[in-house]
């Protein structure tokens, strides 16, 4: 049996890992690593394949940035191309961005069986190119891997068979309870002051030049308070050199590049509260009990709201910035960690494609 894994963004990387590392223990089958090139820049790419002990992608289509039908269309061009010469069997395809449908689209017509890692998420807010990404992959893939509870109901609600839906847990947190104990603590940027972490990429948040002013006020406000670091992302920066924002003028606020995994890991460690509106880093900040403020209208991971430590503010940024200096003063909070977020969900899964090989390959 020969299995392709498709990935391309950042957020796909920490999810490949323990799905590629499970499967390569419990089966003797090739597996290929097929790289969109998605994302390209090193701090946003190879940083991980290194980090995580990974093979070099075998295949890399260098796609590059590109507005979505762009993208889109030349992920499955070069992933067709490459599936007709390599006769794959199944391919497995994480998460919700371009790659992830490229490569389920890909292979629905070419008649190739497709593996959904972190099914079934939605946050029910069909302008977000996120959730047309997950609700199209989920339809058209064999076997479906969800990482909640409220995953599996929406694929149910979106009628699709029970038999294809596998609750295995959470693949990202494997890869941070594995990696936690080499987390690189960056001392260097540290003092004795609770530590707010912000990662902002969102178009809604970052595209628009008013929305992105006000979010860079609210930084510089809470820096004076406390100690703020944005590793800001590529997108993010891109915008704040357009809309000409002067970094320089905002001397408290540490602005530095996107951190490879063990780096932002130490950093996330430390912090007394992270300001974000990432999907992932809501996940890791519910496992490790931070509390997580979230500038997004909704989130596709309510468990981390209802169990976990996520407060999700939309657009209020009065707001948010009340909740993160409350923060400073806190010491503890309330933390439960969703079930089957235990660091075997890539085992889960290999268990399960090693139980339907003969399914996958006829
Ligand atoms: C993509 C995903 C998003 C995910 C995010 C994580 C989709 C639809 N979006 O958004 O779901 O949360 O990745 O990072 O798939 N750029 C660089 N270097 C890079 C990559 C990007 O400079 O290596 C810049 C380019 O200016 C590019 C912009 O970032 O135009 C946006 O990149 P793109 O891949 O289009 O989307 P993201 O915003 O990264």
Redesign the pocket.
């Known amino acids: 049996m020969k299995i392709i894994h498709v990935v ?4 796909n990387f920490m999810k490949l890992y323990p799905v590629w590392k499970a499967l390569d223990q419990q089966l003797s089958e090739t597996q290929i690593i097929v790289h969109t090139g ?4 090193d ?3 190879d940083i991980f394949f290194d980090e995580f002990g990974l093979p070099k992608p075998h295949h890399n289509l260098d796609i ?3 507005s ?1 039908g762009d ?1 889109t269309a030349k992920i499955i061009q070069g992933l067709e191309k490459l599936f007709e010469q390599l006769h794959p069997h199944l391919i497995l395809v994480y ?6 449908l490229g490569g389920a689209l890909v292979c629905s017509k070419m008649l190739i069986k497709i593996a959904h890692v972190e099914a079934g998420l939605r946050s029910f807010d069909r302008t977000m ?2 959730e047309i ?1 997950r609700l199209l992959t989920d339809q058209i893939s064999d076997y479906l891997f969800t990482p909640s509870e409220d995953a599996n109901r929406n694929l149910i609600n979106e009628g699709i068979a029970q038999e294809k839906i596998h609750f295995v847990g959470n693949v990202m947190i494997d890869t941070l309870k594995e990696l936690l104990p080499m987390a690189k603590s960056p001392a260097q940027l540290l003092d004795e002051r609770p530590l707010i972490l912000v990662t902002l ?3 809604s948040n970052v595209d628009d030049p008013l929305m992105l002013k006000e979010i860079l006020n609210m930084l510089q406000e809470i820096s004076k308070e406390t100690k703020v670091i944005f590793p800001v ?3 993010t ?2 915008r704040i050199n357009e809309f000409r924002f002067d970094q320089n003028k905002m001397e408290k606020v540490e602005f530095i590049k996107p951190l490879g995994y063990l780096e932002f890991l130490g950093l996330l460690k430390h912090a007394r509260c992270v300001l974000t509106d ?3 880093i809501q996940e890791e900040t519910t496992y490790l009990g931070i509390p997580c403020v979230t500038l997004r209208k909704n989130t596709e991971r309510p468990v981390t709201v209802t169990l976990g430590t996520n407060q999700v503010l939309g657009e209020d940024l009065i707001k948010a910035k009340q909740v993160v200096l409350e923060q400073i003063n806190k010491k503890s909070i309330d933390k439960q960690i969703p079930p089957l977020w235990d660091g075997k969900a890539g085992q889960r899964i290999a268990a399960i494609i090693r139980k339907n090989i003969d399914n996958i390959i006829n």
């Open positions: 391309g963004a950042r957020p998605q994302h390209y820049d701090n946003m790419s590059g940035s590109g979505h993208q998460g919700d961005v371009n790659s992830t190119p996120e990404n990429h969102r178009p992302h590529p997108r920066q891109r990432s999907g992932g």
